[in-house]
């Protein structure tokens, strides 16, 4: 069983920045693709970043060239740093976990972010 705990999240102002992380109590998180995702009210998980066991990174087009997820397996950590934050960036960030051959899905409890002036 994988445990991922979220932190960073809070209250910031538009075009703020603000770093998320994820710790994971794994002894194996090398082998563990990352990604966030986020949920704002009333809309549907929706994917943030992803980036594989070979760092290779993937960002949604709605926040590309402003979001940057990166990892440290040293720290068995995945981070997701936030920059020029929109108010449509307000929601709930999920870390989601899935290991690379067994496929086996995690997800964190969530840690929520709000953008507002």
């Known amino acids: 069983q994988v445990q991922l705990v979220e932190s960073g999240g809070g209250l910031v102002e538009p075009g703020g920045s603000l770093r998320l992380s994820c710790a994971a109590s794994?002894?194996?998180?090398?082998?563990?693709?990352m990604g966030w995702y986020r949920q704002a009210p009333g809309k549907q998980r929706e994917l943030v970043a992803t980036?594989?066991?070979?760092?290779?990174?993937n960002v949604a087009d709605s926040v590309k060239g402003r979001f940057t997820i990166s990892r440290d397996n040293s720290k068995k950590t995945v981070y997701l740093q936030m920059n020029s934050l929109k108010l449509e960036d307000t929601a709930d960030y999920y870390c989601?976990?899935?290991?690379?051959?067994?496929?086996?899905?995690?997800w964190g409890r969530g840690t929520q972010l709000t953008v507002s002036s």
């Open positions: 980036i594989t066991t070979y760092d290779i990174t």
């Open positions: 989601n976990a899935v290991h690379r051959f067994t496929k086996a899905t995690y």
């Open positions: 794994t002894m194996v998180f090398s082998f563990y693709d």
